[in-house]
């Protein structure tokens, strides 16, 4: 078989548990991977496993999108997937080519795996910094428990494994030594033109509260730190709660005094953040550990510099484009970068937004993206017809 855009194209299903597409940055990378892959001439699906469904739900996104049901505990996940959600895998496996998971340390993976197996169809999986050092160290006993029955099995068995950037690729390699890897940043077009400087008068965060691995603790110091130094920008944080998070932020701006002077707002769907984004002078990334996330380059998509941590993985980028501030993680580093966000001239602040466009249409085209990966399946495809065949 070979691929051939048009309706006759490669058909494909990305499956996950996404959660709320409004607020869950794989989902959003998800979602632009299959209009990309649309766009080519692919036939595609997204299976979202949910235990938020009893039965099949479906969604019009421009694409067929399936919720199917599963469990919400962990201990009923491992026994199986629920029949209403097994039939619908078994029925559909027949009518597509290949299955791309985004699915790490999950109960769904082992019957997933072997339903695939069952229907002869190959998966793709794309972990999303899921085998991560920082994210390994959280419920460390139970992921060194579950990594050797679930996780390697299936690197393992993987068609290919899909790292976001070379840092993951480089883990993944010493995880499955002799498994195929591709390397693709996460796609995103240029979605808006800057508007005026004038208006720009927020430093801004958007993302789930989870306090230690996107270093919003650390954001909170530093900030009360250029606030000691004259920094007069307010800052907001956007997103949704994770794990006690925005307790935790509430106290610490409490012991901070900076309640008041950092407001914490709820999670925005696509146009309130593109809303907030018209309104940033700076997107601020202090994460720890990241695969590659996806609000970074959203903000650069729309014209907004970066201050950000090596653990985005985008600081050497964003700071060679000169498209931003690359700091080490650490309070004095990016209160300073703050403090320059703040006092950049109109001039040079319209160059590093221009910068910002130029760096994603350059190295983040969803084309250029789509392309790679669909020759990708089209390999996994071919080996695994030659093994048939033999």
Known sequence: ????????????????????????G????????????????????????????????????????YHLPISSRLGRKVLGLPPVTQRFLRE?????????LHLTFTG???????????????????PHGGYDAGRLESRALLKRVWYPVFERPMLRRAAFLHALQQQ??????????????????????????PGPFAERDVLLFIGRFDVAQKGLDLLVRAYAQA??????????LVGPDFRGGRDHLEALLAEKHLTGKVTLHGPVNAVGRLAWLGRARAFVAPSRHEGLPMAPLEALAAGVPLILT?????????????????????????????????ALPAAEWQHRS??????????????????????????????????RSK
């Open 26 to 65: 794989v989902s959003q990378a998800v979602g632009t991977y299959l209009r990309a892959l649309q766009a080519l001439g692919a036939q595609v699906q997204h299976w979202d496993l949910t235990a938020d469904y009893r039965d099949i739900g479906y969604t019009d996104a421009g694409y067929p999108v």
């Open 108 to 126: 769904e993976n082992p019957h997933l795996m072997r339903l695939c197996a069952r229907a002869h169809r190959p998966f793709v999986l794309t």
């Open 1 to 24: 078989m070979t691929f051939s855009p048009g309706p006759s194209g490669l058909r494909v299903a990305h499956v996950g548990a996404f959660g709320h597409a409004a607020v869950n």
């Open 227 to 236: 606030r000691d130094a004259g920094l007069q920008l307010p800052l907001h």
């Open 354 to 387: 221009a910068r910002a466009c130029d760096l994603v249409e350059q190295r983040y085209s969803p084309d250029a993206f789509a392309s790679t990966l669909l020759r990708e399946y089209q390999y996994a495809l071919d080996r695994v017809h030659d093994r």
């Open 168 to 193: 993951e690729a480089t883990a993944l390699q010493r995880l499955a030594h002799e498994q195929h890897i591709v390397v693709l940043p996460n796609p995103v077009p240029v979605i808006q033109e």
């Open 310 to 342: 090596p653990g985005t993985h985008l600081d050497g980028l964003v700071e060679a484009a000169g498209a931003g501030w690359a700091v080490k993680g650490n309070e004095s580093a990016l209160a300073a970068a703050l403090l320059a966000a703040e």
């Open 92 to 100: 559909h496996l027949e009518d597509i080519d290949l299955v791309h």
